[in-house]
């Protein structure tokens, strides 16, 4: 039976049996083609491949300059497709079982300045102040500001801060409870600028008569609010209008910025853990590159023996 027989009956299953999506299923058509030219390349077969023959495919996708992130996710595939073989009895053994997958460094998240964020934040107010913006395009520059303000102060996931209802904008108290994760409760703290950027957008949004539904930032879409991906396009409008670059930028980038801001200032860690919705204190470590400096600077200035004191 040749390879790409055997993979069809592969992708057959993944449809039948575990209802996988088309996308998926292309993702995984792509992955095994990718591997079975190495195996043709190399003279083996899925049904007769060794060990050796897989790991020569994973150290063939890294002289490609292929992400160690991109080739697990190849060797999962490649994994999954030897072990239904096996199992279905058209291969006496699986090769990936002695096989590890490649080491994925975690990535350290972008992270804008203070200042870039305040330019940001400058650009969206220039919008609403300026004598030629229509009042649409006042609003959208509102909305803007409001985004920004409220996602720097709280550093919420996209997704809770669209989904925010319009009694956001109303409460006098200085946090907002938030359903996150888990369907978990939190607090988050609301700065004054927030509090004001929100008051003046819903303002404008009920002067235009545009404040229909239950949403602070009602939206023509399924939801009936803002989608993550316009919040995401504007955001990279704004970016560049602001002299920074679109790459650069994105929601998820000033929820880093919120966090990375807290911890240089000396906020502790199990604090930003909380306000982040982290189950997982292991997920805010993530951040402890940002306190590098601060505690060797801490170390350097209070403990007794760093200047050579007395013992």
């Not at 996988?20 to 591997?35: G, M, P, V, W």
């Not at 190495?38 to 083996?44: F, I, M, P, Q, V």
Request: hydrophobic share 45%; net charge positive.
């Amino acid at each position: 039976m040749s390879g790409a027989r055997h993979a069809s009956l592969f992708l057959d299953m993944l449809a039948a049996e575990r209802g996988a999506s088309k996308n998926t299923l292309e993702a995984y058509r792509r992955d095994l083609d990718d591997y079975l030219a190495y195996l043709g390349e190399a003279g083996a077969a899925p049904d007769n491949a060794a060990s050796v023959t897989i790991r020569g495919f994973m150290a063939s996708l890294e002289e490609r300059g292929l992400k160690a992130s991109s080739a697990a996710r190849r060797l999962s595939a490649v994994r999954q497709f030897h072990k239904f073989l096996y199992v279905e009895g058209y291969a006496s053994l699986d090769p990936t079982a002695a096989v590890s997958a490649p080491k994925r460094g975690r990535a350290l998240p972008k992270v804008l300045s203070v200042a870039e964020v305040d330019r940001l934040l400058q650009v969206a107010y220039e919008g609403i102040q300026s004598p030629e913006a229509s009042p649409a395009e006042r609003l959208r520059a509102a909305r803007m500001a409001c985004l920004l303000e409220l996602l720097y102060a709280t550093g919420l996931r996209v997704s809770e801060l669209v989904a925010l209802p319009r009694s956001a904008a109303k409460t006098r108290d200085r946090f907002l409870v938030v359903r996150g994760k888990g369907a978990k409760e939190r607090l988050v703290p609301l700065t004054e600028a927030a509090q004001d950027a929100a008051r003046a957008y819903l303002a404008l949004l009920e002067e235009q008569k545009k404040a229909v539904g239950p949403w602070l930032f009602p939206a023509d879409s399924e939801s009936g609010h803002l989608t993550r991906q316009a919040f995401a396009r504007d955001l990279k409008a704004i970016a560049g209008a602001a002299g920074l670059r679109a790459d650069k930028i994105s929601p998820h980038v000033l929820r880093h910025a919120f966090a990375s801001h807290l911890l240089q200032n000396g906020a502790d860690l199990r604090v930003v853990q909380e306000l982040l919705g982290h189950s997982d204190i292991s997920t805010t470590q993530i951040y402890t590159h940002v306190l590098d400096e601060r505690l060797k600077s801490m170390v350097r200035d209070l403990h007794p023996l760093a200047e050579g004191g007395e013992g």
